[in-house]
């Protein structure tokens, strides 16, 4: 017999996603310990499992999945046969739609962006405290994207306005801001993407005291020190409305000691997820958060990509941190006591198939 662990690790499920198909009568394990309520599989149900793993991730509906599977152990070859073309038949028909939904939603994008003055257009001459900048951009850095299909997410955002310098980042999973005081600017908002190997150089030359000066010229961007310059061009692209994505108001607050809370990180419990280790937190009756074991039932809790709360802790660069938690569903915010306006956010992992 082969424990729900082991089974989830050889079939790509995770053990979360197993009580859901047991739940729904899709995948029941072989044994159920009446005492503990501890699943144990056959071996040949992992077949099955490695073959409900690779059903979802084509998408097919659960009623159909439930159909494979019997047809699979009935060795009727025919069923399965049929019920995999009807299922390709309904993706391709599925991705015809879409791509007619996205011409017109491409035709739309064009005659909005023909009608908006973009904040990419403008220049800016600013000064900022050098520490600030460094502060600034070491809140953020740790969240942009790598992939190169998103470019306009393989930067820093340096949205310019008023008296304040806003540095944004997201990889879509996660999304970091920070703000930094500026003067000298008198014009309108002015947005620039600042590649990652530039904001990294401007890093460099931040490490320091007094002002620096940050200068935005159409497609060319730099900042200038006493000791060097760090210029290049912007990145050509648009960025998302991060405003947009700010987080609501939780219904949970904690304030949690970073030092011991990363080192809970480092050795509580871990739930395994399909791409990555997941932490999953929760808020207990005394307002601390503590991080759930594997098998965990609560209806509160939030799973999220440990690395990435390892991460985000570490760049609020705080020795308290106070974090948010809304809905299982909403993201958790991480923010720093004194300074509402730098703050990260990560985006839930659903732990229930």
């Not at 084509?58 to 025919?78: E, F, K, N, Q, Y």
Request: proline share 5%; aromatic share 4%; glycine share 8%.
């Amino acid at each position: 017999m082969r424990s729900i662990g082991e089974t989830a690790r050889d079939s790509g499920l995770g053990v979360s996603a197993l009580r859901f198909y047991d739940r729904a009568g899709v995948l029941v394990p072989a044994r159920v310990d009446p005492v503990s309520g501890y699943r144990w599989y056959a071996p040949g149900q992992l077949e099955e499992a490695r073959l409900l793993a690779r059903l979802r991730r084509a998408g097919m509906p659960l009623a159909d999945v439930r159909l494979v599977l019997a047809g699979w152990s009935g060795a009727d070859t025919v069923l399965v046969r049929e019920l995999l073309d009807a299922h390709l038949r309904r993706l391709e028909r599925g991705l015809s739609d879409a791509r007619g939904e996205f011409s017109a939603l491409r035709a739309l994008l064009d005659r909005r962006e023909n009608a908006m003055t973009s904040f990419r257009s403008g220049t800016a001459r600013v000064s900022v405290a050098a520490s600030e900048l460094a502060a600034a951009l070491d809140a953020v850095r740790f969240a942009a994207g790598t992939d190169p299909e998103l470019p306009m997410l393989c930067g820093v955002l340096f949205d310019i306005e008023g008296e304040s310098l806003r540095t944004v980042a997201t990889d879509r999973y996660r999304m970091a801001v920070a703000e930094a005081g500026i003067t000298g600017h008198g014009g309108s908002r002015v947005q620039v993407i600042v590649p990652t190997p530039l904001v990294d150089a401007m890093r460099a030359l931040s490490d320091g005291r007094g002002t620096v000066r940050l200068r935005v010229d159409g497609e060319r961007v730099a900042l200038e020190a006493e000791d060097g310059q760090a210029a290049g061009r912007r990145v050509d692209h648009d960025f998302p409305d991060y405003r947009r994505l700010l987080p609501r108001p939780a219904e949970r607050r904690a304030v949690v000691e970073v030092a011991p809370f990363l080192e809970d990180l480092r050795n509580g419990p871990v739930r395994r997820g399909e791409a990555a280790e997941l932490s999953v937190l929760r808020v207990d009756d005394g307002g601390a958060v503590v991080l759930c074991a594997d098998d965990a039932d609560a209806p509160d809790r939030v799973a999220v990509n440990r690395a990435f709360l390892r991460d985000a802790l570490t760049a609020g660069a705080r020795d308290r941190l106070v974090l948010e938690l809304g809905a299982p569903t909403a993201p958790l915010a991480i923010r720093r006591p004194e300074d509402e306006g730098t703050f990260s956010i990560l985006m839930p992992v659903r732990m229930d198939d």
